[in-house]
């Protein structure tokens, strides 16, 4: 079996994530057909990084990125630093000859996907994006039942993600709430996810009308090594928060259907509403990541005197599911989606097929984010344009 050396850069919440999914493969997929080997970690603050080497299974540390990337035993590196470090690594391991996974957004801002996306296709390599919510076992079976035609013809699509991450007004100023940090804001974190999955369902987006909002205009400034999880006290020096909290807009697809899309990082109620709801002229379905192992699904056509949503568990006899555990409605959780997305890339650059969602899935969104971007500028709808390294 072929052994394929990963490196992860940045050794947070999310690459320790990815550091534990792939030292689950094995005993998960005993049909696999490549082996993971965690060969470095690579972190900014060093007892983090040596932590990956007590705790994780990695051979060695760095806290230098080119050491990581030019690693000899490495092959694939796996890009989870904040938002703005992520074109500079990604574009260093592409011209290294390194198959790269990096973390939504790819970059920060359209502009720095674009190059991204470029520099990944000049050098030929397999690239991934952290688009994780595709893999949940029953959007996949909703994929299915799309493809089939089981819903008809599309007519509405509803996606939203509202998170309560930033709904503290004590939460730290991290890099998430900076534009100079992490590009823009929930258009590039979440709203990514959102419109990702809508195009992987409901196809491609022609135009848009958008709006954004800031509604916390300043944040307790950090502490060292705070997150946004963090909070400050009442009196704390602050800072402005420069990108939005909030983006929403109005679509429309290419196969003619219309739909909504909004994302939040301060809503309050909503804690992870990663949601879409879908309609067609034969039937409907929605799911939310908070209920991730539940989806309702409405079939017309029935021979019953009653008509109305169905909820449908998952279980073993959705694609992946069973591979974490048996029967019916019992529940995989979030990390398990990591797993899925890590085995896929994995198996990507063992055989050399294109992964997907790959550096192209993120050029299609930000491409859909730039026309949102200008909507808010020009109050009007804007169509959508594939971007090129011309446009930037």
């Known amino acids: 079996m072929k052994t394929i050396g990963i490196a992860v850069i940045g050794f947070g919440w999310m690459g320790q994530a990815h550091s534990r999914s792939y030292a689950r493969i094995p005993s998960l997929f005993p049909d696999r057909v490549a082996e993971p080997e965690l060969v470095i970690c690579c972190d900014n603050l060093e007892d983090r990084a040596a932590e990956a080497v007590r705790s994780f299974g990695f051979a060695e540390y760095t806290t230098d990125p080119a050491e990581a990337i030019n690693h000899p035993d490495v092959d694939a590196v796996i890009v989870c630093a904040p938002n703005m470090l992520h074109e500079e690594l990604c ?119 958008g709006m954004a909002e800031t509604f916390i205009k300043d944040r307790p400034l950090p502490k060292a090594g705070g997150t946004h999880y963090d909070r400050g006290e009442p009196g704390d020096p602050t800072g402005p928060v420069t990108n939005e909290d909030y983006a929403g807009c109005m679509v429309r697809f290419a196969n003619g259907s219309i739909g909504t899309f909004e994302s939040s990082r301060n809503i309050v109620g909503p804690q992870s509403q990663m949601a879409f709801d879908i309609h067609g002229t034969k039937g409907a379905l929605n799911w939310n990541l908070e209920t991730m192992n539940e989806m309702n699904i409405f079939m017309t056509g029935g021979e019953h005197l009653h008509d109305g949503y169905t909820k449908v568990y998952a279980g073993e006899r959705y694609p992946f599911h069973g591979n974490f555990v048996p029967g019916d409605a019992n529940s995989i959780a979030y990390e398990d989606l990591k797993v899925i997305e890590c085995l896929q890339f994995l198996t990507a650059v063992a055989t050399g097929e294109q992964h997907e969602p790959g550096f192209q899935q993120a050029l299609e969104y930000v491409s859909v984010q730039q026309a949102v971007i200008n909507s808010w500028e020009s109050g009007k709808w804007e169509d959508v344009k594939l971007l090129t390294l011309d446009d930037i």
């Open 91 to 209: 574009v260093l391991a592409a011209e290294a000859g390194k198959h790269v996974f990096c973390e939504k957004p790819v970059g920060g801002t359209p502009a720095q996907t674009v190059r991204v996306a470029a520099a990944a296709a000049e050098a030929g390599i397999i690239t991934g994006v952290g688009y994780n919510y595709r893999w949940a076992p029953l959007v996949q079976y909703a994929k299915d039942m799309i493809e089939r035609g089981d819903l008809g013809d599309i007519t509405n699509y509803r996606g939203r993600f509202f998170s309560m991450y930033g709904s503290d007004p004590m939460g730290l100023l991290s890099w998430r709430f900076e534009i100079d940090g992490a590009g823009y804001g929930v258009s590039s974190d979440i709203l990514s996810h959102s419109m990702d999955l809508g195009m992987m369902l409901n196809g491609p987006i022609v135009s848009v009308v």
